[in-house]
């Protein structure tokens, strides 16, 4: 665990240090800020409602964004080199790196305080919503951050590793929409619907939070990073 | 300590190391030589456990590369050919990141830290990021790096391009310096460097260990036998012909005109030493051929690389 320990350190002071850091949180928070104000005068209705709706797709773009460096970068450095010759298991240089990038995510979660606040302060009773909401938010995040990390290990790029991740995570949360789904058989359409990151947001989006959808996003996630691990694995086949 | 035994990688059809094979001692410090593209890197990162070979094993001080990786990696400090550093960290936290990961124990972390820093002269830059550092000291920090957990093994891949002259002896010093307590396998393609820092010498062509030996047995074994340099004037083609007839020249070359006009043969006589340039005056003399010099012309490192790694010595072997 030594290994997991320093990676993470190392990662997390990287994305505290870093402007680029400070900007994608300063750019997440001026798109939720607009659309949850929006979302209040335009319904008069004190609730995170429009908030939620959007948030899915503002994370599509945040989660590779904050997962594209982690692996791509050290590889057009060399660094990975190093790093892979330390006493260190491919796994755990995986989760450290995926711990780090969550931390990240819960941090910017953190800074939509005042976004509930406003909501609580103009009126909105039930806070169910509000946890579940956030719950949901940040287990899509993390889904979409180990789906980036994959993409970030099998290519070399960033911004090649932020498309590829962009297009696996949009074509995942929305493959249980009828028009994707649609255009392809019955039995599979269904189980596409079942295993979209979208239909599980949306079930926790409503104030429920149902283990069933809890192991959902562990699978995906633990299915990713792992996928990332054997992406490390596979330059020794 | 180390005993790599038949060691092949294959890229598609390519080979890039062929049946490698050898030993180093405990305490010795081995050069690994060849023209670039030979099949040195390579090696290297098999040994360290970044890439597997296609076939063959290596022990590292009893361990097998591939069957205990994490165990062989603690025993290595390894200095990878372009110094990959992040750019980001200052050099002591790249530094006690490294040690984190190695999971050097927080009361010797000061101590391992210390070493490292003093062995490789960083003291002066280690709150500098890296990126701010000139290429002599992110050498040196990549160098601290692979010293930093006392590793009894060391492998360096190039440890001295791109430093300066005056670096280069320093680093030369410190390798010495290590690798009296330590086993080190370190590449160059800079022969006197590694003449002068390494025990032994092994010399990998188009992926194949072509000589293996210290300087001086390969020197012995691979080098010409004495030869002389002869700077003369006289008609070139009965010159030739002298020596053809002459059964004390064993063999003989033109080399060439030199700037002033003067013919240039390397000879080499049957008789070795004073005996051989003795006949070769003679010739001259009987012939009345203008002797201008007549010197002994040791076989250096640099002749038997040469040999060795002659191109059309050998082809690359290439799967069908």
Known sequence: MKGFKAVFKREIANYFSSWMGYIVVAAFLVFMGFFFFNGLLETNIADMRSFFK?????????????????????????????????????????????????????????????????????????????????????????????????????????????????????????????????????????????????????????GVVDTRDVVYFLCLIGFFLYLSTMSLTARKW | MIEVKGLTKRYRSL??????????????????????????????????????????????????????????????GYLPESTPLYPEMSAISYLKFIAAARGIPKDELKKRLDFAIEATGLRKVLYKEVSELSKGYRQRLCLAQALVHDPPILILDEPTTGLDPLQRIEIRELIREIGKTKTVILSTHILPEAEATCDRLVIINLGRIVGDGTPDHLIRKYGKKACFRMLMKADRQMVESAFEHESGVKEYRFEGKSEDGYHIFEVTPELSGREGGELLFRLARENGWTLAELSYKKTTLEDVFRILTEPEAEERKEVA
Not at chain 1, 83 to 107: C, H, N, Q, S
Not at chain 2, 32 to 58: D, E, R, V
Request: aromatic letters at 16%; a negative charge; one cysteine or more.
């Open chain 1, 54 to 206: 959007v948030l899915p797709f503002v994370f599509l773009f945040f989660g590779p964004a904050v997962a594209m460096r982690l692996i791509a970068e050290e590889k057009k450095l060399g660094s990975l080199e190093i790093l892979l010759t330390l006493p260190i298991r491919d796994w755990e240089v995986v989760l450290g790196k995926f711990a780090a990038a969550a931390v990240f995510l819960l941090f910017t979660l953190f800074c939509t305080w005042p976004m509930p606040a406003t909501a609580i302060y103009l009126g909105a009773t039930d806070p169910g919503p509000f946890w579940s909401g956030y719950f949901g938010a940040f287990f899509l995040g993390c889904s979409f951050i180990s789906i980036g990390l994959f993409a970030s290990s099998i290519v070399k790029d960033q911004v090649l590793a932020f498309i590829v991740g962009l297009g696996i995570s949009f074509f995942i949360f929305v493959m249980g929409e009828p028009f994707v789904s649609s255009y392809f058989p019955e039995w599979l359409s269904w189980f596409m619907m079942k295993a979209s990151l979208g239909y599980h947001f949306t079930a926790m989006g409503r």
């Open chain 2, 15 to 76: 080979y890039a190391i062929d049946d490698v094979s050898f030993n180093v001692d405990k305490g010795e410090i081995i050069g690994f030589l060849g023209p670039n593209g030979a099949g040195k890197t390579t090696t290297m990162k098999i040994l360290t456990c970044y890439l597997p070979p296609t076939s063959g094993t290596a022990l590292i001080d009893g361990h097998d590369i591939m069957k205990e990786s994490l165990e062989v990696r603690r025993l290595i």
